[in-house]
């Protein structure tokens, strides 16, 4: 079958360094996507990853082993505004096809 | 470039209904997927539209169904609505060059629907 799995919440500090860990199990895999979604609005794409190794995007960086079925998203110099709902999702099957499985996702508390 | 525009934003339909629900992607975009998103069970993949065919779909009934015309706007449809219905309904487009691996999805604000 296939599974995802993401912790449901997480507290950091601001200004602080956070990971965010999801597992994944499944065949056809074909892409790790990361997404941002805070309360009452629609998610928004943060990265992707195909190949394993680190991909960075300013403060944001996705990693991806395909090897052990793990990614995690590390937001750096948190602010505020971080506190959202943070989505990973895998694309299933061969070819560029629109279909993604995500994760519950990880809700972020980020304090003062 | 223009987002994804959904409507309506908001609907609200009692059981039994049935309801109409359309999605406009970004100019160039020629795939729409469509997800169901509820709190217990997160985003759920209900159906994938390109060049007007399905290319996959998910594990809903067959309540649920959805087209794409000639100029990439999706509807889907959801008939005899059940109180489980109650969601936020995404879609979500993307370019789909033709290369392999999935293109990244752009999302439009939803419709959030509520059967009474």
């Known amino acids: 079958g296939q599974n995802i799995d993401q912790p449901t919440e997480m507290t950091a500090t601001e200004g602080a360094i956070v990971q965010i860990n999801c597992t994944y199990q499944?065949?056809?895999?074909?892409?790790l996507f990361w997404y941002q979604q805070h309360a009452g609005e629609a998610p928004t794409f943060l990265s992707y990853?195909?190949?394993?190794g680190l991909e960075e995007k300013g403060r944001f960086s996705s990693f991806l082993s395909r090897s052990k079925g793990y990614s995690y998203l590390l937001l750096k110099e948190l602010q505020m505004k971080d506190s959202a709902s943070y989505l990973c999702?895998?694309?299933?099957?061969?070819?560029?096809?629109?279909?993604?499985?995500f994760g519950q996702g990880t809700t972020l508390q980020v304090k003062p | 470039k223009a987002g994804v525009t959904q409507t309506p934003r908001y609907l609200i339909k009692t059981r039994g209904q049935q309801v109409t629900l359309s999605c406009s992607p970004i100019?160039?975009?020629?795939?729409v997927s469509w997800y169901q998103q509820t709190p217990g069970q997160g985003l759920q993949f209900l159906f994938e539209?390109?060049?007007?065919?399905?290319?996959n779909k998910g594990n809903f009934p067959g309540r649920f169904s959805g087209r794409q015309f000639s100029n990439s706007r999706s509807e889907m449809n959801v008939s005899t609505l059940e109180l489980g219905d109650s969601a936020l309904y995404l879609c979500?487009?993307?370019?789909?060059?033709?290369?392999?691996?999935?293109?990244?999805?752009?999302f439009g604000p939803g419709t959030r629907l509520t059967v009474l």
């Open positions: 499944t065949s056809g895999f074909n892409g």
């Open positions: 999702a895998f694309g299933r099957g061969s070819g560029n096809t629109g279909k993604l499985i």
């Open positions: 539209y390109f060049s007007e065919t399905q290319r």
């Open positions: 979500a487009s993307s370019f789909t060059p033709g290369t392999g691996g999935p293109d990244t999805q752009y």
């Open positions: 990853n195909v190949l394993d």
């Open positions: 100019s160039g975009h020629r795939s």
